[in-house]
């Protein structure tokens, strides 16, 4: 599995952004983290393959959302309301097989790795 993300930029608080993550393979589960100077990568979301359920980060829950399109083989995830402390590098992740759900937020658990995004929420 190969992941491949883009998307990333500079925007001002409030502003949206889709990243977007093409993928090779057919992994069960994709998910994104992100990673800000200084600390720990965070889980952000996640999405299973089938059924098609997702996962949100408290932090990033009502104003985040994951999706797929099949056909294109590429995962999004729709950022709006964006703000200061979105600032990170973001990373999409894949992982092969299922896992309970209390250990999809932790990165280690992940198989496969994008290169990681930018984005930068300032004015």
């Known amino acids: 599995v190969q992941l491949q993300a883009s998307g990333g930029g500079l925007v001002q608080p409030g502003d949206s952004l889709r990243l977007s993550c093409v993928v090779s393979g057919r992994p069960y589960i994709m998910g994104w983290f992100r990673q800000a100077p200084g600390k720990e990568r965070e889980f952000v979301s996640a999405?299973?393959?089938?059924?098609?359920?997702?996962y949100y980060g408290e932090s990033v829950k009502g104003r985040f959302t994951i999706s797929r399109d099949r056909a294109s083989n590429t995962v999004f995830l729709q950022m709006n309301s964006l703000k200061a402390e979105d600032t990170a590098v973001y990373y999409c992740?894949?992982?092969?097989?299922?896992?309970?759900?209390?250990?999809?937020?932790?990165?280690?658990?992940?198989?496969?790795w994008g290169q990681g995004t930018l984005v930068t929420v300032s004015s």
């Open positions: 992740a894949a992982r092969d097989n299922r896992i309970i759900t209390s250990m999809m937020k932790r990165a280690e658990v992940y198989d496969y």
């Open positions: 999405l299973t393959s089938t059924p098609s359920l997702t």
